[in-house]
């Protein structure tokens, strides 16, 4: 039997006839058995792309093995791999002898998949509702206000939980009073907290115990600016607490440093801001405007009225909160003269009027003043009427940041906040009747209002006023024009 002929790339020789039993040369392949059909020989490049080929396959198959995701079936076999040809001289190479079965991992031999472990996923969550967002104030969609403990994390204190609760339901409102209370529960903070072993107050105490504090009352609603003042002071004064003070010492050291705070900065402030705001209320004949509820504007007009002056006060007042309604009647519970519109009504109050006082939510540095909603109404038809418009304000609500409108920077609330009670009983019996599928029909009403596909809900809470809408700004450094806000805030930042 002849041997077969090699793909040399060359022209082949005449074949020579060997004797039957002659042996076969050292370097020719096996012969095949009877009756097997001859495979052809391969070429160099086939013979290269089978190798590429067999490679891949095997990293494929490893890699399943390592991680267990592989896509074929736990029962299919390993693909056996053919013995790599030799390349050299183009020739086949022989095959190697059947062996016995060998332990896993040992070369040449395939790595067994692993089992697919069967995994228990969660349940479904229920669908979130989806809240309708106004386009042009989409950047101000975050995340929604916090208003139980739930999602509270276990480093909140229990004072901090209540006091986060009574922002989020409005019932402490107001710039000033919302950092008195925060600066009260952070003494119970301080009182509570223990230094563990190996650190320093001065270092732990701010990133490991202040900060969840923080980001809770954050979550209820965004932290003011007076409130934002004030903790910057009291991480201040943390830093600089000696390591060698103990731990009792500097606990009371900063608790005396917070009841300094309240007591310069806010109480002894209202009351010199009370007395120039007095000076300038008329003996008699005076008509003072006000917008919604101002603590130091309260605290004003009732020092007035005690100092024998007379005047009649107006409060202009809003949905939804309507903050005014509690001003009003506490100033005429102490015996003045009051009225009370609502602020679709302020241009026909405004006839008589002869001051403004408005209350602040913050001051900023380009002499702008950023307050209730409706601020800005008020201050503008005061100046189409030359009524000089004064902001009763304290420099820890003084700022270094700049607002041109109320759009870039403001605070959203609940849209079903802007109707009433009275205001859902009415819209019952507009109510169609396929909407109408509980007992409740005020909460048919309120998923009828969210659901209204042509009906976009903004609920604001600040708004922007322009500082030539404003005459006067009374502090505790004394009476002001809008232009020295960056100076004052300065000055008491320095200090």
């Known amino acids: 039997m002849s041997a077969d002929p090699v793909d040399t790339g060359e022209t082949p020789a005449a074949p020579i006839s060997a004797p039957s039993d002659a042996a076969p040369p050292q370097d020719a392949p096996p012969t095949a058995e009877k009756g ?16 590429k080929a067999e490679k891949a396959a095997k990293r494929a198959q490893q890699k399943a093995a390592t991680d267990g995701t592989s896509g074929a079936p736990h029962d299919s076999k390993p693909v056996q791999q053919e013995p790599k040809q030799q390349k050299k001289d183009g020739k086949q190479a022989p095959k190697e002898p059947k062996q016995g079965p060998k332990e896993a991992g040992q070369p040449g031999m395939p790595i067994p998949m692993r089992r697919r472990q069967s995994v228990t996923l969660p349940p479904p969550k229920e669908k979130e509702e989806v809240i309708k967002q106004v386009g042009l104030f989409g950047h101000l969609y975050g995340q929604p206000k916090q208003h139980s403990i739930a ?27 919302r950092c008195v209370s925060m600066l009260l529960a ?22 490991h115990h202040l900060s969840p504090q923080i980001t809770y009352l954050q979550a209820c609603r965004p932290i003011s600016i007076s409130m934002g003042n004030a903790i910057r002071h009291l991480k201040d004064l943390i830093v600089k607490i000696d390591p060698a003070v103990s731990e009792a010492d500097a606990k009371e050291h900063l608790i005396d440093s917070i009841d300094s705070f309240i007591k310069e900065r806010i109480t002894a402030a209202d009351e010199l801001i009370s007395e120039e705001a007095m000076r300038k209320i008329a003996e008699k004949g005076d008509v003072i405007l006000t917008y919604a509820s101002s603590t130091i504007v309260q605290t004003t007009l009732l020092k007035a009225h005690d100092a024998g002056k007379q005047f009649r006060v107006i409060v202009v007042d809003s949905k939804p909160l309507y903050e005014g309604k509690a001003l009003a009647r506490n100033l005429a519970h102490h015996g003045l003269q009051v009225s009370y519109s609502l602020i679709s009504s302020a241009a026909h109050a405004m006839k008589n009027v002869t001051r403004i006082f408005l209350g602040a939510h913050a001051m900023m540095s380009n002499g702008r003043l950023y307050s209730r909603i409706g601020t800005a109404a008020i201050a503008m038809l ?11 304000c304290e420099s820890v609500k003084f700022t270094d940041q700049v607002a041109l409108d109320s759009i ?13 009670e009275n205001e859902r009983s009415a819209l019952v019996d507009l109510l169609p009747k396929e909407k109408s599928s509980s007992t409740d029909k005020h909460e048919d009403v309120m998923k009828w209002w969210r659901d209204e596909p042509n009906l976009q809900m903004l609920n604001l809470l600040y708004d922007v006023t322009p500082a030539e809408y404003i005459s006067i700004v009374i502090t505790e450094f004394g009476s002001l024009p809008p232009s020295s806000v960056p100076v004052v805030h300065r000055i008491s930042t320095n200090t």
């Open 36 to 51: 097997a059909p001859e495979k052809p020989a391969l070429s160099g490049a086939e013979l290269k792309k089978r190798a």
């Open 151 to 177: 999602a509270a994390a276990k480093e909140v204190h229990p004072a901090i939980l209540a006091l986060g609760l009574q922002y989020s339901s409005y019932v402490i409102c107001g710039s000033t009073a």
């Open 186 to 207: 952070f003494k119970k903070v301080i009182e509570s907290y223990t230094t563990p072993k190996g650190q320093a107050l001065a270092r732990h105490l701010t990133s």
């Open 382 to 392: 005061a100046h189409e009427r030359d009524i000089p418009v004064a902001v009763l």
């Open 408 to 420: 870039v920077k403001n605070e959203l609330a609940s849209p079903e906040e802007l109707l009433s």
